[in-house]
């Protein structure tokens, strides 16, 4: 019997056979060429060509820019950038965009983007500020624009390069291979963290019997939120897919202005810069780079003079400051409590001030290696739903209805819906830490997820017809702290804060913007 080796068989036009085994293979840069492949990506044999073609281009009164800091747009380029103060000088970190979008309403059966990298992004070697290769293999560099179809839940698959490598130069990125009808559909690109991006526009094509391919108007956006996050390279992006201000925005459908940068350290005057971006939430998360470089003095107070000059501009927004997460041996403890120090005096003065802890939200196994502040995908994700339930924008719900004669709650999700409550004991806010329980009947589906409570039991339950259910816990109030999980979502509900008995249901950033006790049923409403 002869066997062949698969790349020298050639299947016409200079095509390896193994391209031909499976049609998945034609997602892989080297079968692309492919006749079969070529075939996939436009109309199913049989069909019309697609011989109609339109060029969007960049300055299209109907593209919608959002969630950059600076656009230039001309007939050939739109550029952005996050040079949001004097002092980042030409970091060319401030050239990624995360989370920066693009919208558009078209009735094309075809459509490709068509991207310029302003230098080239190897998804195995995310550049640092010295633009050096860090943590090859182990951090993950998200190079690739993502792709969403009539709104940002619906992520539409995007073609991988073989060699993982983007850029420098142009780049098509077909968003729609092939629509039978020209129907209109809306589609949002979303800029990656780790690579520079500019759009050259966009392609339309449709088939000669179909209408000419063209933008459509969008339909007018109810008004959105404003989160900006401000924070060194784990607020960037590093190591995840999804940062976690956009998956947070995402969650509740917000407008995210990630102007984090890689190498930040505390710097209370660029408070003026981020202040300048009107948002209606920001975040602030600083200290690994302070810690690796020494020195704590004027940490603390830096934060608080940051949150004064934020706090003069924009009067109405609420203004959470994240402790950091876990690092290493530098000793990131004492910039935590220069945190604490400096920010906790200020939260009586002003409701719309919460200082959260960091370490919470990510499980010590998340990180790309031990010791190393940058979570990995999943723990990425992990941030991104803990501190989404901290700030309290959670849908996943309850009410505290009493302490005696036992510990009772009433949960609130979708009718029908099953739900666990984890209950441990009680703990302030500084000890607790990110866990996971094991695989066990009660956490399925979700027991891939981390808890900002000790479970040490749990109560599994299911809504009734209005959505609701009453719930016993263990323990007294005083004693014990519970967390909620919809089972069908995996999102939490924050733990009980210790800020008064009586309002543990409600998480601190809302309890304070937001005069409701159950601060997550109710649309953001800016403080007046």
């Known amino acids: 019997m002869l066997l062949l080796w698969p790349c020298l068989v050639s299947a016409g036009g200079g095509c390896s056979s193994w391209c031909h085994w499976d049609d998945a293979n034609c997602e892989k840069e080297a079968c692309e ?17 697609l ?11 109907l593209l919608e820019y959002s969630g950059y800091v600076h656009l230039q747009v001309t007939s050939e380029l739109a550029t952005f950038d996050r040079l949001y103060s004097d002092t980042l000088g030409r970091n060319p970190a401030a050239k990624e965009n995360p989370g920066a979008r693009v919208r558009w309403r078209t009735d094309a059966q075809r459509v490709v983007v068509n991207l310029d990298y302003r230098e080239q992004c190897d998804e195995l070697c995310p ?24 709104g940002d839940q619906q992520e539409l698959h995007t073609r991988i390069k073989a060699d993982g490598r983007y850029g420098p130069g ?13 129907e209109v559909h809306e589609y949002l690109m979303v800029l990656p963290w780790c690579a520079a991006v500019a759009l050259r526009g966009i392609t339309l094509e449709s088939e000669a019997g179909a209408p000419a391919p063209q933008l459509v108007a969008l339909s007018p956006a109810p008004p ?14 590093w190591c995840g897919n999804e940062t976690y201000p956009e998956q947070v925005s995402r969650l509740n459908q917000w407008e995210p202005f990630n102007v984090a940068i890689q190498g930040q350290k505390m710097d209370a005057g660029m408070g003026h810069g981020i202040a300048t971006l009107k948002g209606d939430l920001y975040t602030f998360m600083v200290g690994a780079n302070d810690c690796v470089s020494g020195g704590v003095g004027g940490f603390g107070h830096g934060m608080a003079e940051m949150l004064r000059i934020v706090r003069a501009a924009q ?11 876990e690092f290493g041996t530098c000793g990131i403890e004492k910039y935590r409590e220069a945190l604490r120090e400096h920010v906790r005096p200020m939260l009586s003065a002003d409701s719309g001030i919460v200082l959260l802890e960091g370490r919470q939200l990510i499980p010590r196994t998340d990180f790309i290696e031990l010791g190393n502040p940058h979570p990995n995908p999943r723990g990425m994700v992990e941030m991104g739903l803990n501190l989404n339930a901290e700030l309290g924008f959670s849908q996943t719900r309850f009410q505290l209805l009493g302490c005696q004669p036992s510990l009772s709650l009433r949960v609130q999700l979708q009718p029908n819906r099953d739900f666990v ?33 000790t479970p040490q039991s749990g109560v599994r339950g299911k809504t009734d017809a209005k959505g609701g259910a009453t719930v016993v816990l263990k323990g007294s109030c005083d004693a014990t702290s519970w967390q909620v999980i919809d089972l069908a979502t995996c999102h939490p509900r924050c733990p009980p804060h210790s800020t008064g008995i009586l309002n543990r249901d409600v998480c601190p950033a809302f309890a304070a913007a937001i005069d409701t006790p159950l601060c ?9």
């Open 33 to 49: 060429d492919c006749p079969r492949c070529k075939q996939l990506g436009g109309p199913p044999a049989g069909q019309p060509a």
């Open 51 to 61: 011989v109609q073609k339109s060029t969007v281009g960049p300055n299209d009164p």
């Open 127 to 150: 550049m640092d500020i010295n633009r050096g290769c860090y943590g090859r293999h182990i951090c993950y560099c998200h190079c690739r624009a993502r792709l969403f179809v009539d």
């Open 170 to 182: 142009k780049f098509e990125l077909p968003v729609i291979k092939y629509r039978a009808s020209p």
């Open 224 to 237: 959105r939120m404003r989160y900006v996050a401000w924070g060194d390279s784990i607020t960037h992006g």
């Open 315 to 325: 009067p109405n927004a609420v203004l959470a400051v994240l402790t950091p997460v």
């Open 421 to 453: 409550v984890y209950s441990g004991p009680s703990a302030e806010a500084v000890e607790r830490k990110a866990t996971r329980v094991g695989n066990t009947a009660a956490c399925q589906p979700c027991c891939g997820r981390s808890f900002m409570v």
């Open 520 to 528: 997550s049923q109710c649309a953001w409403q800016p403080r007046g």
